[in-house]
């Protein structure tokens, strides 16, 4: 197993009892979603240990090569036509490694959530629907489902029973908003709990999101 990816953890309290591994964006890196931790209305939920871990650095075709962090290549716009299936799933191995982590350090998959943005999102979905247990829910913004066509197949019959969480800006230029429902209603097909949130906004958050968020987050806590 090659070393474990470089990221951020904070904790909420001492001896946290449940675990947010949050994935960032194309180009970014575990510190974009760092401020999000003071935004949240937490109460009541317990101790949490949040994980920003920082992509590897590739070349992304669509930027014209450039180097940057990312969790698999972008061969084109339409991101879906083709796809960097081997770019996936090894962020897949990665971020199970993540979750492997927090399981030993004793917080259970069942509370642990996998949470992303943009690429992120995708590997949210990519990994967790393919995770051999039922995790505390997968919260997945401004993003889209990869590998859609093999999911039916590659799917443990465990993340039937993990909630997800989707949202999506109706003016989102970068992941079209249609990708984001095609990937909803794939997932309501196959019998997925799928919570849904769009507002008026581009690729980004807005303030209505971060307060859906933290209810999503303080009820698959509970």
Request: aromatic share 6%; net charge negative; with cysteine.
């Given at each position: 197993?090659?070393?474990?990816?470089?990221?951020?953890?904070i904790?909420?309290?001492?001896?946290?009892?449940?675990?947010?591994?949050?994935?960032?964006g194309?180009?970014?890196?575990?510190n974009?979603?760092?401020?999000?931790?003071?935004?949240?209305d937490?109460?009541?939920?317990?101790?949490?240990?949040?994980?920003?871990?920082?992509?590897?650095?590739?070349?992304?075709?669509?930027?014209?090569?450039?180097?940057?962090?990312?969790w698999?290549?972008?061969?084109g716009a339409?991101?879906?036509?083709?796809?960097?299936?081997?770019?996936?799933?090894?962020?897949?191995?990665?971020?199970e490694?993540?979750?492997?982590?927090?399981?030993?350090?004793?917080?259970?998959?069942?509370?642990?959530?996998?949470?992303?943005?943009?690429?992120?999102?995708?590997?949210?979905?990519?990994?967790?629907?393919?995770?051999?247990?039922?995790?505390?829910?997968?919260?997945?913004?401004?993003?889209?489902?990869?590998?859609?066509?093999?999911?039916?197949?590659?799917?443990?019959?465990?993340?039937?029973?993990?909630p997800?969480?989707?949202?999506?800006?109706?003016?989102?230029?970068?992941?079209?908003?249609?990708?984001?429902?095609?990937?909803?209603?794939?997932?309501?097909?196959?019998?997925?709990?799928?919570?849904?949130?769009?507002?008026?906004?581009?690729?980004?958050?807005?303030?209505?999101?971060?307060?859906?968020?933290?209810?999503?987050?303080?009820?698959?806590?509970?």
């Amino acid at each position: 197993m090659s070393q474990l990816l470089e990221n951020i953890a904070i904790e909420t309290a001492p001896n946290p009892t449940a675990a947010i591994i949050w994935l960032h964006g194309l180009g970014a890196d575990g510190n974009d979603f760092v401020p999000i931790v003071n935004e949240l209305d937490l109460r009541g939920t317990p101790e949490i240990r949040f994980v920003f871990p920082h992509a590897r650095e590739i070349p992304v075709t669509l930027n014209n090569g450039y180097v940057m962090r990312a969790w698999y290549d972008i061969i084109g716009a339409d991101l879906v036509k083709r796809e960097d299936e081997a770019g996936l799933r090894a962020s897949q191995r990665e971020i199970e490694a993540l979750i492997a982590r927090e399981k030993a350090r004793g917080i259970p998959a069942e509370r642990i959530i996998v949470a992303g943005f943009s690429q992120g999102c995708a590997m949210a979905l990519q990994t967790g629907l393919r995770h051999p247990e039922k995790l505390a829910g997968l919260l997945c913004l401004s993003g889209y489902l990869p590998l859609a066509d093999k999911l039916s197949q590659e799917r443990e019959p465990a993340s039937l029973a993990t909630p997800i969480f989707l949202a999506h800006g109706r003016n989102d230029a970068v992941v079209p908003i249609k990708r984001a429902e095609d990937s909803r209603e794939l997932l309501k097909a196959l019998g997925y709990q799928v919570e849904w949130h769009e507002y008026p906004m581009e690729h980004s958050l807005c303030d209505q999101e971060i307060d859906a968020i933290g209810a999503w987050i303080r009820r698959v806590l509970a």
